[in-house]
């Protein structure tokens, strides 16, 4: 069973923020964010691990919930760079070494 | 470089004619998976190699076989392809279990008519 993404699309103006949340129906141990621009494969943004762990860099940061099974993606003062699709991939707390990614949320950065 | 490559990058087939994607890696690198993507459905696991030894089901492994005789190689081979296989697939590497990023290759576009 997928992960949730909210919003499906969010299209923003340079410099304006958004958030990409990522909920899931399991139990989870760590949760992934990738970025895929059109047309290459996906790159890795992060890991967050169970226990609440909130990470970034420079002005990407985001968020791990294990009690909500929910994680949030923060984009700050947004970049054209920023524009493409996000994914949250979930590895479940079972000792399960599989991801379930979520359908995607498309960003696009406007200037 | 340190890269994940896969070949073919564009096939067209043949429904029931059998075919191998290869996936090779050159980070030494102990996880090795294999994705789908379609549209609107995100990546789908289809399998998944802890190392050498292990290897296990992902999400959708029907009509998907793999194979993992060196830490460097994974092919995915579709023995009889259907055209509901026709999909953008992923070869992914990480240093070791889901601790750590991934890498992923440039992706291989199958056409299954």
């Known amino acids: 069973q997928q992960p949730v993404q909210s919003p499906q699309a969010v299209i923003l103006r340079e410099g304006e923020d958004a958030v990409i949340n990522c909920s899931s129906s399991?139990?989870?141990?760590?949760v992934h964010w990738y970025r895929q621009k059109h047309g290459e494969a996906p790159v890795f943004l992060m890991i967050l691990l169970k226990g609440g762990e909130q990470k970034g860099h420079d002005k990407i940061s985001a968020s791990f919930n294990e009690k909500k099974q929910q994680s949030s993606l923060y984009l700050t003062a947004s970049q054209l760079s920023y524009s493409g699709t996000y994914f949250c991939?979930?590895?479940?707390?079972?000792?399960?070494?599989?991801?379930?990614f979520g359908p995607g949320t498309r960003l696009s950065v406007l200037p | 470089e340190a890269q994940v490559t896969q070949n073919p990058r564009y096939l067209i087939t043949v429904t029931g004619k059998k075919l191998t994607v290869t996936c090779s890696q050159n980070m030494n690198h102990e996880y090795m998976s294999w994705y789908r993507q379609d549209p609107g459905l995100g990546l789908r696991q289809i399998y998944y190699s802890m190392n050498v030894e292990v290897t296990d089901k992902g999400d959708v492994p029907e009509g998907y076989k793999v194979s993992r005789k060196e830490k460097r190689n994974f092919p995915l081979i579709l023995e009889s392809p259907s055209p509901n296989q026709t999909s953008l697939y992923f070869c992914?590497?990480?240093?070791?279990?889901?601790?750590?990023?991934?890498?992923f290759g440039p992706g291989t576009r199958l056409t299954v008519t």
């Open positions: 399991k139990a989870l141990y760590s």
């Open positions: 991939g979930t590895v479940p707390d079972n000792y399960g070494q599989n991801f379930v």
């Open positions: 992914a590497s990480s240093l070791t279990g889901t601790l750590y990023e991934q890498y």
